[in-house]
């Protein structure tokens, strides 16, 4: 029986951001119990990551160097790591899945979200004649690896591109976005129909 070898995928990293990986063998995880559980990590400037508790979402050690954690690279494009599961994630608890979020400056802003996807393409960039040019909307699902109060993220592009079915009841619409092709973004109900 023939072994194919696969080559595992490149995931780039920037210092600020939260990722899921898959700890490895190292003599530190091996000293902290981390071999082969999924942490999230957030990456630091210079080769350091800072594990965080997946349960409270607080640090979990002192900042650690990346290829102790876990298989992390450099190479002329960057840091990447080889065993990334999820990029984007955060710890809270008051999101819910499979909706979209305005964000500013990188925080979620509380009660601004909605199923509707046009919702918050609308109110983002009302935000942006607000001079308020960070607001972008993300569409926000639990973490695959976590436990349901880590949540992931990914920006979807403003221009993003709309496509609709529409019946006499209802119009249902979907994007693309990078992490999810034909994404429901929504539905919206007719007004009444006059007789």
């Given at each position: 029986m023939t072994h194919h070898y696969k080559r595992p995928e490149k995931c780039y990293v920037t210092p600020g951001e939260?990722?899921?990986?898959?700890?490895?063998?190292s003599e530190c995880m091996m000293s902290m119990g981390l071999t082969n559980k999924f942490m999230p990590v957030t990456i630091l400037d210079n080769g350091y990551g800072q594990i965080r508790d997946p349960q409270a979402g607080h640090d979990y050690s002192m900042p650690t160097p990346l290829?102790?954690?876990?298989?992390?690279?450099?190479?002329?494009?960057?840091?990447?790591?080889?065993?990334?599961?999820?990029?984007?994630?955060?710890?809270?608890?008051?999101?819910?899945?499979?909706?979209?979020?305005?964000?500013?400056?990188?925080?979620?802003?509380?009660?601004?979200?909605?199923?509707?996807?046009?919702?918050?393409?609308?109110?983002?960039?009302?935000?942006?004649?607000?001079?308020?040019?960070?607001?972008?909307?993300?569409?926000?699902?639990?973490?695959?690896?976590?436990?349901?109060?880590?949540?992931?993220?990914?920006?979807v592009p403003l221009d993003a591109e709309i496509r609709d079915h529409v019946t006499r009841t209802y119009r249902d619409t979907w994007i693309d976005i990078p992490t999810h092709f034909n994404l429901f973004a929504g539905r919206y109900h007719s007004q009444g129909v006059s007789a």
């Open positions: 939260t990722v899921v990986v898959k700890c490895g063998a290829s102790w954690i876990s298989c992390f690279y450099e190479d002329t494009d960057g840091r990447y790591g080889t065993e990334v599961y999820e990029i984007g994630v955060g710890h809270t608890v008051t999101h819910t899945s499979g909706r979209f979020y305005v964000y500013v400056d990188g925080k979620k802003l509380f009660g601004v979200q909605s199923p509707r996807f046009e919702e918050m393409r609308d109110e983002a960039r009302e935000m942006h004649t607000r001079d308020i040019p960070s607001a972008e909307v993300r569409f926000v699902e639990n973490s695959r690896a976590l436990p349901t109060w880590w949540s992931r993220s990914v920006v």
